[in-house]
C-alpha cells in the first residue's frame, strides 16, 4: 500500500504539473473526488490504479497545499505567454510621441477631495509570470558571504583626498577577482507566491521600442555609449566594467556595487548580457532622433530618471547603497530608521507648515520656491531652508541626518530658549521631542531628485511641485492618495491653499500623507528593489541578438575588489549593504504589461485628481466661493 500511495502522489504531480504548464483546466480536490476511474483517464490522458479513490483522501492536504498556492494566479502558456501578446497591443509608442500636455482642464467646484485607499484595478495585474518551481529535492546549502581584505591598493597622490579612486584601483591591472569561487546556482524552491508591487509593469513599457524594433543589436548598443558613463557585460553570473567616462561623485560605483550584490542575492540566475549606463540626470533618447532609417540605431541606454518625452531605460539609483559624499546611509537601514521617527510624533502635534530643505542653487525652479519662504510681507504657509553641503561636511553633517528629517524642529523658535532647553533636559535627563511638520515639498532640482522616497516616507503630507522627469517607482503614484499635487506656474499660492486645506481637513490629509509613507515602506523595500533589477535585467537580456562578450577593455569586478579597495563612509556603507546570503525563494512574479485602456485609465485618473485641486484652488481664490467652502468640521 505504501508503494501505491507513492505511485498516486506522482501521478498527481504530474497532473498538476500540466496544469500548471501548459495550462489546461484545473480541478478541485472535491472535484476530482467524483470522478470515476474513466473518466479520470480521460482526463489525465493516462491509466491510473482501480483503487484510487479509497487513496486519494490521503492526498488532499497535499492537493489543498498546491491550490492554494496557485489560487487567484493565471498561468501563461509559454515563457512569456500572455504578456508578449498584450505588449503588441500596448499604445507606448504613440504615448510616448506624443506625450500628454500639461495635466489641466475642466474643473469641479466643489470643495471635495475623494482620498483614495487602495490601488484601483488597473494597477493591479490580472496574472503575472512566475518563475518555474523545482522538482522537490533537498535545497543546497544557501551560499553565505563575507569580505576579506587586505590592506587598500595605494592611491594616486596628485588626486585631492576628497575625489574617490575606489572604481580606479578596482579596475586596474592589480586589482584581482581571482579569490572569489565560482557562482553557485541556487535554483528557487518553488515560484514566489506574491506579484511584484504595481510598478513592475512599468518595465514592459521600457522596454517595448526595442522589442517592437525586433530586439537589440550590436549596431543600437556601440549607439548608447555617445554618452554612457561606463559598460556592464555579465556573463556566467560574473561582471566586468568598462568605465568610459568618469561619473559625478561616487554614482557609478555605488551603481556597480548594488548590481554586484544582485548577483549575491541571486546566484547563477542573472543571464548573460551587455548594456550601457549613463549616470547624469537628464534623459537624452528622444524618440523623433530614430525614426526613418534611423530605428534601426534607438540605443539602449540605462539611467536614473526619465520623462515622457524620451525613451531611456529607468534603473534604481545609486542612492539605495549609500550617498557618501553628503552621509547618507544605505536604504534598507535609513527606511527602518525613518519607520521609527514616524512614530515618536503624531501627525497632528506637528507643526502646520509645509518645509523644505535642500540647495536652491540647482535649478532655477527651487530658487523661485526660496521665494514662497515666510516673511515680514508674506505668509504662504512655507518654511524654506538652503542647505549648505560643504558648511554641513565641515559640521559632520549634524543638521542633515534624514533619519530625523521626519521630526526636525523644535517648537521653540528662539534659539537662546532652545539653548536653555537643551542645557535643562541635559541635567535632568529628559529627551528633547522633535517636532517635524505636517507637510513636507518635494521639488525636482536640475533633473529628477533622490529626495522623492525620504520625503515621502515621513507620513507627513507630501506637496509634489508637478514634474517632469519620474523614476522607476513613481510613475504609479497617485494624486490625492499619495500626495498633493502642487501647480509650478503658481507655486507659492498652491502650496498655502494645500496647507490650508490640510489643516482644514486634517483627517483626509493625515490619510494622503500614511499613504504616501505606506507605499515607501512596504512596496519600496530593498528585496523589492533587487527583484525590480532582477526583472528588468532579465527582459532585458531577452532583446539581445547578440551573445555578450568580454570586451577587450572590460575588467571583472567582485564585491571583494570593490569594497577592499573603498576607505571610510564608502567600505562602511558598501559593508552596510552587502548581501549576506542567497535568497533561494526566488524573485516575486512580474506581472503583465498595461493593456491600451489600463494605460490610458492610469492618466485619466491621474489628470482628474489634479484637475480636481486646480479647481479648488481657483475658487478658494474667489471671496464668494471661500466663505462658501469652509467645512463645518475642522478636523475632519
Known amino acids: 500500500m505504501a508503494l501505491a500511495g507513492q505511485h498516486y502522489v506522482q501521478s498527481i504531480r504530474i497532473m498538476i504539473g500540466r496544469f500548471r504548464v501548459c495550462s489546461f483546466r484545473r480541478f478541485r480536490v472535491s472535484e476530482i473526488k467524483n470522478w470515476g476511474k474513466p473518466q479520470l483517464d480521460r482526463q489525465l490522458g493516462f491509466g491510473f490504479p ?14 489543498s497545499g498546491r491550490a492554494h498556492r496557485h489560487r487567484g494566479q493565471k498561468q501563461v502558456s509559454g515563457p512569456e505567454g500572455d504578456a508578449e501578446t498584450n505588449l503588441a497591443d500596448t499604445n507606448l509608442d504613440r504615448w510616448r510621441t506624443n506625450p500628454v500636455a500639461s495635466l489641466t482642464g475642466l474643473l469641479t467646484t466643489k470643495d471635495s477631495i475623494s482620498v483614495h485607499a487602495g490601488d484601483p484595478e488597473f494597477l493591479t495585474a490580472k496574472h503575472s509570470t512566475s518563475i518555474p518551481a523545482t522538482p522537490a529535492v533537498p535545497p543546497p546549502p544557501l551560499p553565505t558571504y563575507s569580505l576579506s581584505c587586505s590592506a587598500p591598493g595605494a592611491g594616486d597622490p596628485d588626486i585631492p583626498s576628497n575625489i574617490s579612486q575606489t572604481l580606479s584601483l578596482a579596475l586596474s591591472k592589480n586589482a584581482t577577482c581571482a579569490a572569489v569561487s565560482e557562482t553557485q546556482l541556487v535554483p528557487p524552491t518553488a515560484a514566489a ?33 555617445t554618452t554612457a558613463n ?20 561616487t554614482r557609478d560605483l555605488f551603481t556597480i556595487w548594488g548590481i554586484l550584490q544582485l548577483l549575491r542575492r541571486y546566484p547563477g540566475r542573472i543571464p548573460d548580457l551587455d548594456l550601457m549606463f549613463d549616470c547624469v540626470d537628464w534623459p537624452v533618447v528622444h524618440p523623433d532622433e530614430y525614426q526613418g532609417e534611423n530605428a534601426t540605431v534607438l ?23 549609500g550617498w557618501a559624499e553628503i552621509n547618507i546611509k544605505p536604504w534598507d537601514a535609513l527606511q527602518k530608521d525613518l519607520d521609527a521617527g514616524n512614530r515618536k510624533v503624531r501627525w497632528i502635534d506637528r507643526e502646520p507648515y509645509a518645509y523644505w530643505k535642500g540647495n536652491p542653487e540647482v535649478a532655477a525652479i527651487r530658487q523661485e520656491l526660496v521665494k514662497c519662504n515666510v516673511s515680514s510681507e508674506q ?7 538652503k542647505q549648505d553641503w560643504v558648511k554641513e561636511s565641515k559640521a559632520g553633517y549634524k543638521k542633515s541626518d534624514l533619519a530625523r528629517q521626519c521630526t526636525h ?46 520625503i515621502l516616507a515621513c507620513d507627513s503630507m507630501t506637496l509634489v511641485i508637478n514634474p517632469k522627469y519620474y523614476d522607476f517607482f513613481s510613475r504609479v503614484l497617485m494624486p490625492t492618495q499619495h500626495y498633493w499635487p502642487v501647480r509650478d506656474d503658481s507655486k507659492c499660492n498652491s502650496i498655502k491653499y494645500a496647507v490650508d486645506w490640510g489643516n482644514s481637513h486634517k483627517k483626509k490629509a493625515q490619510k494622503i500623507g500614511k499613504e504616501g509613507s505606506k507605499f515607501i515602506q512596504q512596496e519600496l523595500s530593498m528585496e523589492y528593489v533587487y527583484d525590480y533589477m532582477f526583472h528588468l535585467l532579465t527582459e532585458y537580456a531577452k532583446l539581445l541578438r547578440f551573445k555578450p562578450t568580454k570586451p577587450p577593455e572590460a575588467v571583472e569586478v567582485c564585491p571583494e575588489s570593490l569594497a577592499c579597495q573603498a576607505i571610510g563612509r564608502e567600505k562602511k556603507f558598501m559593508e552596510d549593504s552587502m548581501v549576506k546570503s542567497a535568497n533561494v525563494a526566488g524573485p516575486c512574479n512580474l506581472p503583465p504589461p498595461f493593456s491600451p485602456e489600463e494605460f490610458r485609465e492610469l492618466h485619466q485618473r491621474k489628470e482628474k485628481s489634479m484637475n480636481q485641486v486646480e479647481m479648488l484652488e481657483r475658487n478658494a481664490s474667489k471671496p464668494e466661493e471661500r466663505n462658501a467652502s469652509k467645512p463645518e468640521d475642522s478636523n475632519r
Open 193 to 225: 507566491n506574491t506579484s511584484c508591487p504595481a510598478y513592475f509593469r512599468f518595465i514592459h513599457e521600457d522596454l517595448h521600442p526595442w522589442r517592437a524594433a525586433g530586439g537589440i543589436t550590436h549596431t543600437m548598443l556601440d549607439r548608447a555609449r
Open 379 to 385: 505668509e504662504w504657509n512655507a518654511r524654506i531652508y
Open 299 to 321: 540605443p539602449p541606454l540605462f539611467r536614473y530618471c526619465g520623462d515622457n518625452e524620451t525613451l531611456d531605460i529607468v534603473f534604481p539609483d545609486w542612492s539605495f547603497w
Open 50 to 63: 482501480n483503487s484510487w479513490p479509497s487513496s486519494l483522501a490521503k492526498l488532499s492536504p497535499f492537493l
Open 409 to 454: 524642529r523644535f517648537r521653540f523658535y528662539l534659539s537662546l530658549i532652545k539653548s536653555l532647553v537643551r542645557l535643562v533636559c541635559s541635567v535632568i535627563g529628559v529627551e528633547i521631542v522633535m517636532l517635524g511638520d505636517r507637510y513636507k515639498i518635494y521639488i525636482e532640482g536640475s533633473a529628477w531628485s533622490v529626495s522623492k522616497k525620504y
Open 230 to 249: 561606463f559598460r556592464l557585460v555579465m556573463l556566467h553570473g560574473r561582471a566586468y566594467i568598462e568605465r568610459i567616462a568618469p561619473a559625478f561623485q
